[in-house]
């Protein structure tokens, strides 16, 4: 604990990162966005739309979401996006360390490669749907 409360003082868990949380997140939007200013994170009500015309997402974006707001994911998947539970927030404040690739969602629907992102449609088929830069 007092190695957590420490790292919490000297580097704030969301220092300089935009959050956006879908709708369906648990245990709640509201609860969820308090809980990232509390840690010095910015949470976004939605993402802009330059943000989705550019070729990457920023890398000061984190995405909460769960499994039942998949669709409103997909574009974010085909700009490379990285989509997060919200347990990334939860269990990161208990420990002060956020643990990516162990609240990933999503995997088994995205698929990269050095040149190309795909993304699963059609039952089990993956198709490209951008160019990595």
């Known amino acids: 604990?007092?190695?957590?409360?420490?790292r919490a003082f000297q580097h704030p868990l969301?220092?300089?990162?935009?959050?956006?949380?879908t709708p369906n997140t648990k245990p709640g939007?509201?609860?969820?966005?308090s809980l990232v200013k509390a840690v010095n994170g910015q949470a976004v009500e939605r993402i802009g739309r330059s943000?989705?015309?550019?070729?990457?997402?920023?890398?000061?974006?984190?995405?909460?979401?769960?499994?039942?707001?998949y669709e409103i994911c997909v574009p974010?998947?085909?700009k490379g996006a990285a989509i997060y539970s919200s347990?990334?927030?939860?269990?990161?404040?208990v420990t002060q360390k956020l643990e990516?690739?162990?609240h990933r969602l999503f995997t088994d629907q995205v698929k990269k490669?050095?040149?190309t992102i795909w993304l699963r449609k059609d039952g089990n088929k993956f198709h490209p749907v951008s160019k990595n830069k």
Do not use: H, Y
Request: hydrophobic content about 45%; some cysteine; proline content about 4%.
């Open 1 to 6: 604990m007092p190695a957590s409360l420490a």
């Open 14 to 21: 969301l220092e300089n990162r935009k959050v956006f949380i």
């Open 29 to 33: 939007k509201e609860i969820i966005s």
């Open 51 to 69: 943000v989705l015309k550019a070729d990457q997402i920023p890398d000061n974006l984190l995405v909460l979401s769960c499994e039942e707001d």
């Open 76 to 78: 974010l998947l085909e």
């Open 87 to 93: 347990e990334l927030v939860l269990n990161g404040i």
């Open 100 to 102: 990516f690739e162990r």
């Open 113 to 115: 490669t050095r040149s």
